[in-house]
């Protein structure tokens, strides 16, 4: 990998050049992509969330708080956003538009959210649209309960199917042993909803006592990914394991994950959780990773800018700091290959409209993946 820097004017861009590493369990040799990462977006924090306006322009979710638009090299912060419960893993997180935005605007955001008479914040869905600089008609979807202090573990990643649901992932909370199996309980779940928050009458427990109607999945860890498959039009996940133990999952109504009854994953202090990998009733992930990359953002790739990677999946690394491709044979995982090595803790990716591959990178912004050929 090569790195430079050029001065312009009063910016710095930099760029990284490179061809990929192979990673572990590689099977085939497929066709390497150059390409050259340009820094798109300069002097970002933590930027959680992104998404490409069909007017142009960016919107980006930084976890602090603030929502801001970048358009013709500029950023605006966007006024009236939800106020968020800033506290660990927890802020403003996601960002989606609805799949008829040019005609209804509606932009959807994930954040931790006090609201509620519990101390603490747990996960929120709400939408609004943009108004010049300004959300306006702003409504919350949906407030996971009960509120707590902890700082772990809130998802959250939202995602429309090809019928124009709703899913959403919230974490456990650092409840592992109280949420993730108990649906009538928020946390440790995937949620489908209408897109106005109206809850679907084939959710998998709308009958069941007490259950939470809005649940679709559960024995969820950490969701930090999701994405629709281009082809089967599936939901697929990827979620936080312990130490060891992350794992993709396709995403389907009213199956158990298993966490934590079973998981490839340890505690972080070295001792076991359980010594059950598998059990009856319990899905199995499609990959899983071991040890943890820590996982965030998703996307299959299907532009024609990167022909050799078309299908693919690709996956950011928080800590190992680096985008991960996984080809892929139907649901099987069959190579993995590591770019833009120690880039920094990277939390998202995304394809654009343009067809470029944006990857969101930790203190220092979002990068664009330019195919050298």
Known sequence: MKKSIALLGFFVVITISSCGQKV??????PLETDFTAELFVPELQIPWGMEFLPEG??????????????????????????????????????????????????????????E???????????????????????????????????GQHFGSRIEFDTNGYLYFTIGERGERDVNPQDITRDGGKVYRLHDDGRIPSD????????????????????????????????????EHGPRGGD????????????????????????????DKTEMEGMAQPIHYWVPSIAPSGMEFVTSDRYPSWK????????????????????????????LMEDVGRVRNVKQGL???????????GIFRLVPES
């Open 24 to 29: 572990d369990n590689e099977i085939n040799t």
């Open 57 to 114: 322009g960016m919107l980006i979710t930084e976890k602090s708080g603030e929502l801001i638009l970048f358009r013709d090299g500029q950023k605006t912060v966007i006024e009236n956003t939800p106020e968020v419960y800033y506290r660990g893993q927890g802020g403003l997180m996601d960002i989606r538009l609805h799949p008829d935005y040019s005609n209804n605007g509606w932009i959807y955001l994930s954040y931790a959210s006090e």
């Open 116 to 150: 509620g008479t519990e101390k603490g914040g747990h996960t929120a869905i709400a939408r609004a649209r943009l108004s010049g600089n300004s959300l306006t008609d702003l409504e919350v979807l949906y407030k996971a309960t009960p509120n707590t202090t902890k």
């Open 203 to 238: 959710n998998p427990f709308v009958n069941e006592p007490g259950a939470r109607p809005a649940i679709f999945t559960y024995g969820n860890r950490n969701p930090q990914g999701i994405a629709r498959h281009p082809e089967t039009g599936a939901i697929w996940i990827h």
């Open 247 to 274: 794992e993709i999952n396709i995403v389907e109504s009213g199956v158990n994950y298993g966490w934590p009854v079973i998981t490839y994953g340890i505690n972080y202090s070295g001792t076991p959780i359980t």
């Open 311 to 338: 299908g693919n999946l690709l996956v950011g690394s928080l800590s190992f700091q680096y985008l991960e491709r996984l080809e892929l044979n139907g649901d099987s995982v069959t190579y993995r290959e590591k």
């Open 354 to 364: 343009d067809g470029f591959i944006y990857v969101a990178v930790e203190g220092k």
